[in-house]
């Protein structure tokens, strides 16, 4: 039986990569999907791929003015929201030194006052029991270098999520951080040199204790779990589905 048949959800960044995924999955589990992106180019082909139970919403999530007239569209197309994947995200490798106040405002205005107000401005409209996933990084525990600016921005939100579990008791939603690590998407690949793609992945893969890096799907169907009554008693934990990698 499918997991999530007839829920409403919400998946911001759901053009590429492990939004994508999430958004394909929560499809093929029987949901209605919207997702967000700031490009309708990318959003109008990611639709045509999910199908007819896709809905696309252009929307950059560091606005709330924005993210106020997605929250009325599905108000008035579906009357309420379920599930919520808060995948959008940015960041920017500068190292100590060099890091700008420009790239620090991009990064905290899309991964944190995104999500901030991704989650606060859906709340009207979320039923009980609803789920909401907050995509986070393995970063938020480790250090890694010259992406100082970008980790800090993941443990914010984890941090934000201890609270939240606490500011909805009594409204049944839980709220979970699903922290990907290495992730074979198109934003990973665009780090290496062309033609160097395969010595990137390997490099990642040597220090992952089981040997690869992850699928987008990997992710996905994780995602699932945490969305669906499988996950009922789950709530405000960080979920590393990292290969084991920040686990040694």
């Given at each position: 039986?499918?997991?999530?048949?007839?829920?409403?959800?919400?998946?911001?960044?759901?053009?590429?990569?492990?939004?994508?995924?999430?958004?394909?999955?929560?499809?093929?589990?029987?949901?209605?999907?919207?997702?967000?992106?700031?490009?309708?180019?990318?959003?109008?082909?990611?639709?045509?791929?999910?199908?007819?139970k896709?809905?696309?919403?252009?929307?950059?999530?560091?606005?709330?003015?924005?993210?106020?007239?997605l929250?009325?569209?599905?108000?008035?197309k579906?009357?309420?929201?379920?599930?919520?994947?808060?995948?959008?995200?940015?960041?920017?490798?500068?190292?100590?030194?060099?890091?700008?106040?420009?790239?620090?405002y991009?990064?905290?205005?899309?991964?944190?006052?995104?999500?901030?107000?991704?989650?606060?401005?859906?709340?009207?409209?979320?039923?009980?029991?609803?789920?909401?996933?907050?995509?986070?990084?393995?970063?938020?525990?480790?250090?890694?270098?010259?992406?100082?600016?970008?980790?800090?921005?993941?443990?914010?939100?984890?941090?934000?999520?201890?609270?939240?579990?606490?500011?909805?008791?009594?409204?049944?939603?839980?709220?979970?951080?699903?922290?990907?690590?290495?992730?074979?998407?198109?934003?990973?690949?665009?780090?290496?040199?062309?033609?160097?793609?395969?010595?990137?992945?390997?490099?990642?893969?040597?220090?992952?204790?089981?040997?690869?890096?992850?699928?987008?799907?990997?992710?996905?169907?994780?995602?699932?779990?945490?969305?669906?009554?499988?996950?009922?008693?789950?709530?405000?934990?960080?979920?590393?589905?990292?290969?084991?990698?920040?686990?040694?």
């Amino acid at each position: 039986m499918p997991k999530l048949t007839g829920k409403i959800a919400l998946v911001t960044g759901g053009n590429s990569g492990i939004g994508f995924a999430i958004a394909k999955q929560f499809i093929q589990e029987g949901a209605s999907v919207i997702i967000t992106a700031r490009r309708k180019s990318q959003l109008d082909q990611a639709v045509k791929e999910l199908g007819e139970k896709a809905t696309a919403f252009v929307a950059d999530v560091s606005k709330p003015e924005e993210l106020s007239s997605l929250y009325e569209m599905i108000q008035d197309k579906f009357g309420r929201l379920d599930i919520i994947a808060a995948n959008a995200g940015t960041g920017e490798f500068q190292p100590l030194g060099e890091i700008t106040e420009e790239s620090y405002y991009r990064t905290f205005d899309t991964n944190v006052k995104g999500v901030i107000f991704t989650v606060q401005k859906a709340l009207p409209i979320l039923s009980s029991s609803a789920s909401i996933i907050i995509i986070g990084s393995t970063v938020s525990v480790s250090g890694t270098p010259a992406f100082s600016v970008y980790s800090a921005s993941k443990s914010a939100v984890r941090n934000l999520v201890r609270s939240w579990v606490i500011d909805l008791k009594g409204r049944g939603i839980r709220i979970n951080v699903l922290s990907p690590g290495v992730t074979e998407t198109p934003g990973l690949l665009g780090l290496a040199e062309s033609g160097k793609e395969e010595e990137l992945l390997s490099s990642f893969a040597s220090q992952i204790p089981l040997g690869r890096v992850a699928k987008p799907k990997e992710m996905a169907t994780v995602a699932v779990f945490l969305a669906s009554d499988d996950a009922s008693y789950i709530n405000g934990v960080e979920l590393f589905v990292d290969g084991g990698m920040v686990q040694v």
